[in-house]
């Protein structure tokens, strides 16, 4: 397995990613990028294993933030937290923990035509990418229903691969109650996959991982959010030798494989 950090950036190991996320990636304590970290470095067997049951075989070139895009309009590129390639191939994963379900399209604030024009351009460049793909035509009017970050998630994958797979992986429980519930983001990933004309060459995934925070993950428990001092301990504890979690029980949940939503 060759692995990368962005694009093109090649690393040794997973470890060696840790000290080239931005200051930002850190500061808090309970971003799903540290359980994400956690499992590829300390429990790589059990990450193939799930990787397997999305569909996904053999050898594969690991990639952590890979950039896409935009394809239109002025943007910020999507930022996969993890894509998996291999040959014709590709899975696009999003790690999600504490994080809440981010805003449908129709609720994006708009603030004068000049960026409502810019915000349809960004969106309609991501449609353009999976309608190349998947050899239709779709108009922004039809997804305003849909999740933000995961039309561009999907995008990335169908751009990378002819042959793509999404995936959210889901930590739970969550310590922050106002986090997206695994219906939640199920029922979304449904509905996208719905808009886009149920493509059976292109599968969605929710994964819901058990996550037991470890002795290890302890004292970042009570850090405060947006510090400095946050940030390097995450780093310092992601660097050492002891896992921050456990991983137990998973439930892998299928949309447009085996069934709809099996």
């Known amino acids: 397995m060759n692995i990368h950090f962005g694009t093109p950036n090649s690393i040794t190991a997973i470890a060696d990613a ?11 304590p309970t971003r799903s990028t540290i359980p994400m ?3 590829l470095m ?29 394809f239109g309009g002025r943007g910020k590129p999507s930022h996969s937290d993890v894509m998996l390639t291999a040959g014709k191939d590709a899975l696009a994963i999003e790690g999600k923990w504490t994080e809440p379900m981010y805003p449908a399209i129709k609720n994006w ?6 960026k409502t024009a810019n915000q349809n351009a960004v969106l ?27 039309v561009h998630r999907a995008a990335s994958a169908a751009f990378v691969g002819e042959r793509p797979r999404l995936a959210y992986f889901l930590f739970k429980p969550s310590p922050d109650n106002g986090a997206a519930k695994p219906d939640d983001i199920f029922n979304k990933l449904n509905d996208l996959w719905d808009r886009l ?5 292109f599968p969605f995934h929710l994964v819901e991982i058990e996550a037991k925070p470890l002795e290890a993950y302890e004292s ?7 510090k400095e001092a946050t940030a390097e301990a995450v780093y310092a504890a992601l ?8 991983f137990g029980s998973y439930r892998v949940r299928h949309v447009g494989r085996m069934g709809d939503g099996a």
């Open 197 to 201: 004309g149920k493509p059976a060459i």
């Open 18 to 28: 840790v000290q080239l996320y931005g200051g930002k990636e850190f500061e808090s």
């Open 42 to 70: 300390h429990y790589p067997n059990l990450f193939n294993e799930i990787v397997r049951q999305l569909g996904f075989l053999g050898e594969y070139d690991l990639f952590l933030e890979y950039t896409v895009g935009p």
């Open 109 to 114: 604030p708009k603030k004068g035509t000049v």
């Open 124 to 150: 309609t460049g991501w449609l353009d990418v999976l309608g190349e793909r998947l050899g239709k035509t779709f108009d922004v009017t039809d997804f305003g229903e849909t999740i933000y970050q995961m």
């Open 220 to 226: 970042l428990r009570t850090m405060k959010k947006g």
């Open 37 to 39: 970290l956690t499992l």
């Open 239 to 246: 660097q050492d030798s002891k896992p921050l979690f456990h």
